[in-house]
Nanobody, 113 residues
């Protein structure tokens, strides 16, 4: 079974940047990043298809960029101009090439001065 390992979370000041990475142990069809803030439902942040098409939540458009490296079975989320409301646990999601849905363990992102 494919497993996902996330890295790159942490504490950053408002206006700062972070880059999240997600490594898969197998081939991935579609990638996505979700986040869940305390007391809120998990929400889709960004999605990238096998062909490289992307879509973003309105709240992060123009600030976040999702990308993928198929040779390395990795996905990334570049987060710029971070705001306190971006504070959440960020989860990597992948749909494998054989149709399974897989989640990462989550990584905490805290935006605070």
């Amino acid at each position: 079974q494919v497993q996902l390992v996330e890295s790159g979370g942490g504490l950053v000041q408002p206006g700062g940047s972070l880059r999240l990475s997600c490594a898969a142990s197998g081939s991935i069809f579609n990638w996505a990043w979700y986040r869940q803030a305390p007391g809120k439902q998990r929400e889709l942040v960004a999605h990238i298809t096998s062909g490289g098409s992307t879509n973003y939540a309105d709240s992060v458009k123009g600030r976040f960029t999702i990308s993928r490296d198929n040779a390395k079975n990795m996905a990334y989320l570049q987060m710029n101009t971070l705001k306190p409301e971006d504070t959440a646990v960020y989860y990597c999601y992948a749909r494998t090439s054989i149709g399974y849905n897989v989640w990462g363990q989550g990584t905490q992102v805290t935006v605070s001065s």
